[in-house]
């Protein structure tokens, strides 16, 4: 079936260390992903994106890679910051089903 | 200007009303959508719009009707609420389908939270 699900529920990090989410999908889920992020009282924002030809995506602070082995994506955020805490999503177009299916989401909390 | 614009942000109402969520987009997006957000944060898609025509529809009571008069726009309408309809409601759009590319990605409004009780 459809499903995009991630490992932990909260994590917890000290500020200025590196955060790892990881995400975890089944074989129906799609060649493309999207992590979002949704900080309280908001909408989920768009961070980063990666197709499945590829391994690792960098964008700023930020990295997503994919082990389409393993059937698995992380989201590697660098130096968190305070401004990081926020719940994190990852998604994944639905082939031939014109959807996005979200995960459960992680909350990450950064502490002083 | 905000791209993908919801209202009301709050809305609390006895069950057995009738109430609408209102959403616009300047984006100049095709694709529309509506996601129902629990308690435990599950976002949840519930229909999606490809300018102005129904695509996806995923098995929610017919309590729920969506509306697309223009392809800027798609409220939510619900019927005779009930206490499980109680979450946060997020419109959101999108270029549209175009394979394993960007026009995928969704850019979401900051959501409506309904208490029903």
């Known amino acids: 079936g459809e499903s995009v699900g991630l490992h932990l529920p909260t994590l917890s990090v000290q500020e200025g260390d590196n955060s790892i989410i990881n995400c975890a999908y089944s074989?129906?889920?799609?060649?493309?992903f999207i992590w979002y992020k949704q900080e309280s009282g908001k909408g989920p924002q768009f961070i980063i994106d990666?197709?499945?030809?590829?391994d690792k995506r960098q964008g700023q602070r930020v990295t997503v890679l994919l082990n389409k082995t393993v059937k698995h994506l992380s989201l590697q955020i660098a130096a968190t910051q305070p401004g990081d805490s926020a719940v994190y999503f990852c998604?994944?177009?639905?082939?031939?089903?014109?959807?996005?299916?979200f995960g459960q989401g992680t909350r990450l909390t950064i502490n002083p | 200007d905000t791209a993908v614009s919801q209202t009301p942000k709050y809305l609390v109402t006895q069950m057995g009303n009738d109430k609408s969520i209102k959403c616009e987009q300047n984006?100049?997006?095709?694709?529309m959508y509506w996601y129902k957000q629990d308690s435990k944060k599950f976002l949840k898609i519930m229909f999606s719009?490809?300018?102005?025509?129904?695509?996806i529809n995923e098995t929610v009571p017919n309590r729920f009707s969506p509306k697309s008069p223009d392809k800027a726009h798609l409220n939510l309408h619900i019927n005779s609420l009930e206490l499980g309809d109680s979450a946060v409601y997020f419109c959101?759009?999108?270029?549209?389908?175009?394979?394993?590319?960007?026009?995928?990605?969704?850019?979401f409004g900051a959501g409506s939270r309904l208490t029903v009780l």
């Open positions: 719009y490809n300018n102005k025509e129904l695509i």
């Open positions: 990666i197709r499945s030809n590829m």
């Open positions: 998604a994944g177009v639905i082939q031939g089903a014109q959807k996005l299916v």
């Open positions: 074989n129906s889920a799609s060649d493309y």
């Open positions: 984006l100049g997006h095709d694709t």
């Open positions: 959101a759009s999108s270029q549209g389908w175009k394979g394993a590319s960007g026009a995928n990605v969704l850019t």
